[in-house]
């Protein structure tokens, strides 16, 4: 049966980095991540945009879902509610077998990621009182939880492995 992994976590908690380990690991998989659905310039919120958004996303999930040549499927987005994962999840078809896992980190260890981020330009410094706002949000979803404050990016992806196989 194929295998629906779905890691989630407040931004800079390194959701992408994790994703891409797990899915060099784990073969033959594919791996998408939902922030590339939001790439556009100018980045403009709104309803339609969002619905545009969880439009493109299901239907690549569901053509991976699809597709004979994937066993599994790993999908990162930050995801901070559970209606979230109902929408996405009631829009999907076929059997698979459903991994929800949020990384969780502590205050510091997610200001020392964001701060990475911004060293390398990838991310800037306003961004981290809206991640830590966020953080709570996580240890309450009905998901398993990875707290990567004091393990490598390849740990945590070990680690999900594991709960996978």
């Known amino acids: 049966m194929k295998k629906l992994i779905i890691i989630n976590g407040t931004m800079g908690v390194g959701k992408t980095t994790v994703s891409e380990i797990v899915s060099e690991k784990l073969e033959p998989s594919v791996f998408l991540d939902g922030d590339w659905c939001w790439k556009m310039n100018p980045w403009v919120f709104t309803e339609e ?7 493109n996303i299901t239907h690549l999930l569901n053509a991976f879902l699809k597709n004979s040549g994937f066993h ?18 009631s829009r999907l078809s076929g059997d698979y077998e459903l991994h929800k896992i949020s990384l969780i980190c502590s205050e510091a260890a997610l200001r020392d990621h964001i701060m ?10 306003d961004s981290i009182e809206g991640s830590i706002a966020r953080m709570k949000l996580y240890k309450e979803m009905n998901t398993q939880k990875i707290d990567v404050s004091t393990i490598s990016a390849v740990q945590a992806a070990d ?5 996978v196989k």
């Open 49 to 55: 945009n969002k619905n545009m958004v969880i439009d």
């Open 72 to 89: 599994y499927i790993v999908f990162c987005w930050v995801i901070h509610q559970e209606q979230i994962f109902d929408d996405l999840l």
């Open 116 to 125: 990475n981020d911004v060293e390398k330009g990838t991310r800037t410094i």
């Open 159 to 163: 680690q999900i492995v594991k709960l």
